[in-house]
């Protein structure tokens, strides 16, 4: 286990390591000066210059990189350039709508996607399975922005039962703001079911042709225990490997929405980065995103443990 | 017998007038025996000739403006009615269509020849395996949009930067599939054979392993086209993608948006075009999947 856990880790050093190379490279890609494209056309070579002594942008690439390194393991992601404050705090100040969004979206994607999951699995080949298979399909064709914009001016502008957009403001108690996320959390869920759906199906197909199950048929378990104790139990390693990979469409599909439903969140902080080119910020957020996506996947490999006791590493 | 062919015999039929059907023609029509797949390949054929076609089938020109004619609801006249500068939408969606269709394919054909190099490189070559592979799990660690926002941010928006962008974001996951299958058709007896035979390495991979992992990279390949499609779209809607002038399905959301509470049909019928091309493309890449899988092919 000790010796699991620490090639694991190793592991994702490494894989963070790389990370960090292909997100300072990628920053790097930019043709001409960095600074000038940062400061625009209209900024003049006094400025440009400036900027590149600030940011170290004068030494050469190497010792840039070591630099930018150095200060990362401090947990310094550097300074935005329109911001003017930290990044580490820019992105704290974005987190609150982007974790809750994240959240709810998850789970209406689990109570959508488990039940549909089982429920296609258990009456295989009838219609329910042909109408919740199609229902994933359709839900991994669907862009969230569209299904936002559409369900937005329904729900918001038609029936104004929901704030059509925004987080309200930023004094006004949790529950308030939390109820612009109602929305936004059912696009995402709902398009990110698909997923989950799909995998509980297949570990529920899998796991229903099993020995046990005919045992627990055979020694009279009533169908919704064989279902829900003996199947449901066992089929879900696969769906909690689904969450994993939903984790990443949900952040890739929370820039797009929060940008529709105007959230400020990180991902609206990110597309503002990237229409200002404040290329801290950018690389700061990619850094953070897929450091969480390699931290929650570890955590995913680790939670088998406690849920599937034949798991041993 | 070529040695290419030996492993691909074992599933060539015969038909009841004793003639040979090859494994490719097989699998054709079993795949297409799928309703699923049958609707998924019409939908797409009907798209694509749409694309082709689009300047002999749309009554307007996408790109004249109108300015009398703006915000008209669908009729007659107008069967997805007129833009906010009085363009014909039905016009503008059909010529969308080209351009959408024409980024996800060139970005399928550049990522599916980068991640077979890649792929094929990672499974045949032991050395290699490790650096590859550590480098497709750090880049498959971004969320594929994110991602490509970066990359569009730093390279400019441009049609070409999009297609390189979403290229470099979907070439791991065909790495990822052809180094899965490289792996297992490398330890076959052919290969042994062959390379006992003295067949060069190159001719070994780009041959004999590339002709028999064809079918998991085709199915991959139809995936990747769905996720492009709706990746241009997302980049586009969010401004970082094709420039607006170009009438993508994307930016005609995009521009849509502002308009939308008064006149729905700007963004309803880009966007159900996105959701045809994209659910097309996934009913026929499912259909090819569940062929392909042993567990699922009994069923079929």
């Known amino acids: ?313 | 017998m070529p040695m290419s062919a030996a492993p691909r015999t074992a599933i060539a039929g015969t038909t009841s007038t004793g003639r040979r059907r090859g494994p490719t023609a097989i699998i054709m029509r079993k795949l297409f025996d799928r309703k699923l797949v049958l609707v998924g390949a019409a939908i797409l054929i009907v798209v694509a000739l749409a694309a082709l076609l689009a300047p002999r089938i749309t009554p307007y020109d996408p790109m004249a403006i109108k300015i009398l004619d703006r915000l008209q609801s669908p009729r007659v006249t107008h069967w997805f009615g007129t833009d906010e500068l009085g363009r014909d939408v039905f016009s503008r969606v059909i010529f969308g269509a080209r351009y959408s269709l024409m980024i996800g394919a060139v970005v399928v054909l550049v990522s599916t020849f980068c991640g077979v190099l890649l792929g094929l490189a990672a499974g045949f070559f032991r050395r290699l395996d490790g650096p590859i592979m550590r480098v497709v799990d750090a880049m498959m660690s971004f969320p594929d949009i994110l991602l490509a926002i970066a990359l569009v941010a730093v390279l400019g928006a441009s049609i070409a930067n999009v297609i390189i962008a979403l290229a470099i974001v979907y070439t791991p996951r065909v790495a990822r599939v052809v180094r899965a299958s490289t792996l297992v058709v490398r330890e076959l007896l052919y290969i042994e054979a062959a390379r006992a035979l003295g067949v060069s390495t190159w001719r070994i991979l780009f041959i004999h392993i590339l002709h028999n992992i064809s079918s998991p990279i085709l199915v991959q390949a139809t995936f990747i086209f769905a996720y492009a499609v709706l990746a241009e779209a997302g980049l586009s809607f969010l401004g970082v993608g094709v420039p607006p002038e170009w009438p993508t399905w994307g930016t005609m959301i995009a521009s849509g948006q502002q308009f939308a509470h008064q006149a729905i049909w700007l963004v309803m019928f880009p966007g159900v075009a996105i959701v045809l091309s994209a659910l097309s493309l996934q009913m026929v890449g499912d259909g090819f999947r569940d062929l392909l899988d042993p567990k699922l092919r009994k069923s079929l």
Not at chain 1, 4 to 26: D, P
Not at chain 1, 47 to 67: E, K, N, S, W
Not at chain 1, 198 to 210: H, Q
């Open chain 1, 1 to 313: 286990m000790t010796r699991y856990l620490a090639s694991r880790f190793a592991g994702m050093v490494i894989v963070m390591l790389i990370v960090a190379v292909l997100v300072f490279f990628i920053t790097r890609l930019a043709p001409g000066d960095p600074a000038a494209v940062m400061l625009g056309e209209q900024a003049t070579a006094a400025d440009i210059a400036q900027l590149r002594a600030t940011y170290g942008l004068d030494q050469p690439l190497p010792v840039q990189f070591l630099y930018w390194l150095g200060e990362l393991s401090r947990g310094n992601l550097g300074q935005s350039i329109f911001l003017q404050r930290p990044v580490t705090q820019a992105l704290l100040e974005r987190a609150e709508p982007t974790f809750f969004l994240t959240l709810f979206s998850i789970v209406i994607a689990v109570l959508i996607g488990v039940p549909c999951g089982v429920a296609a699995a258990v009456w295989r080949g009838t219609a329910t399975d042909q109408a919740f298979s199609g229902f994933a399909m359709l839900g991994a064709s669907i862009p969230s922005f569209w299904f936002g914009l559409i369900l937005m001016q329904i729900f918001a502008v038609s029936l104004g039962w929901l704030p059509v957009a925004g987080y309200g403001d930023p004094g006004a108690p949790l529950l308030d703001r939390l109820q612009h996320l109602i929305l936004p959390s059912i696009v995402l869920g709902v398009v990110n079911s698909a997923l989950i759906l799909r995998f509980t199906r297949a570990s529920m197909l899998d796991v229903l042709g099993e020995d046990h199950i005919r045992t627990a048929r055979a020694k009279g378990a009533s169908e919704a225990r064989v279902v829900l104790h003996h199947a449901l139990r066992n089929a879900l390693i696969p769906v909690i490997t689904a969450l994993g990979l939903t984790f990443a469409l949900l952040i890739g599909g929370a820039i797009v929405t929060e940008t529709v439903f105007g959230l400020p969140g990180i991902g609206n902080l990110v597309v503002s980065a990237v229409l200002r080119r404040d290329y801290p910020v950018i690389q700061g957020a990619l850094l953070v995103i897929a450091g969480l996506y390699v931290l929650i996947n570890l955590l995913i490999d680790l939670l088998y443990l406690a849920i599937d006791p034949r798991v041993k590493y």
